[in-house]
């Protein structure tokens, strides 16, 4: 593909911990360190076949869950009293439980940001304002690049091995499914993350949607949203920084 996303904002370890930990329904003071590591490890597999730049900031926290999965295979000292003997996961679920206090303060805040908008909202004409009214009958809440990554592996776990009888040179690019992404959308208002994928004829042009999704993500073109957390991705182009198709496109090919 030969493509490289450097994200401006991403959600860091702790995040994807928390992110595990909910979609396991899992108490955060009583980690099933092996399972959490396994699936861990899995999200870190897709991150550096994506050729994400944010690896590095993982594998920090990934070589930290291995030594906390080391220590707890080892058999109590027997010099030390069993109730003086410290979790080897204590000093991790305190670091997630003051990170996500700080998460959920942050959530209010901005929850209330946007509400405060409605007070300022800017003069739209009437189309515009009956297509808000539209979208005002449903609520949805932005999906985080976990619930992204988590959508594209399952898609690609449905695609059955290709049996390939004759060879077909077929190229995908970035930036060709950038222009076809914000084209689809010029007909349709949202249209869901699945459908994209089960309109990719091999797992490469998967791949290089999804990367286009990031892309435009980035750029602010698109917002990719969820009804409920775990729920179908729905991609829907992001009203408060709409540009020309062009213009999107471009800035695609210069990054």
Do not use: C, W
Request: net charge negative; glycine share 2%.
């Amino acid at each position: 593909m030969g493509y490289k996303l450097k994200l401006d904002i991403f959600e860091g370890p702790l995040d994807l911990l928390l992110y595990l930990i909910k979609k396991n329904d899992i108490d955060i003071s009583d980690i099933p360190i092996a399972e959490i590591t396994k699936q861990y490890m899995e999200y870190i597999k897709m991150m550096e076949m994506l050729d994400l730049d944010i690896v590095g900031d993982f594998l920090v926290m990934a070589a930290t869950l291995m030594q906390i999965k080391s220590r707890m295979l080892l058999p109590p000292d027997p010099m030390e009293e069993e109730d003086e003997e410290e979790d080897p996961r204590d000093e991790l679920v305190r670091r997630l439980q003051e990170y996500k206090k700080f998460k959920e303060i942050a959530d209010a805040l901005k929850e209330k940001e946007l509400k405060r908008k409605d007070f300022f909202s800017r003069t739209v004409d009437e189309e515009v304002k009956n297509q808000l009214r539209e979208d005002a009958k449903e609520i949805f809440f932005e999906a985080s690049l976990f619930d992204l990554i988590n959508a594209l592996s399952d898609a690609l776990n449905k695609v059955p091995e290709e049996i390939i009888h004759e060879i077909i040179a077929e190229e995908y690019t970035v930036e060709q499914k950038i222009h076809d992404i914000l084209h689809r959308l010029l007909d349709e208002s949202k249209v869901s993350l699945s459908q994209l994928f089960r309109k990719a004829r091999s797992k490469i042009e998967m791949v290089v949607t999804f990367l286009a999704i990031l892309e435009l993500i980035r750029l602010k073109e698109i917002e990719a949203v969820q009804k409920r957390t775990f729920e179908d991705i729905e991609i829907l182009r992001n009203k408060d920084n709409m540009v020309p198709i062009d213009t999107a496109e471009d800035a695609g090919r210069q990054s």
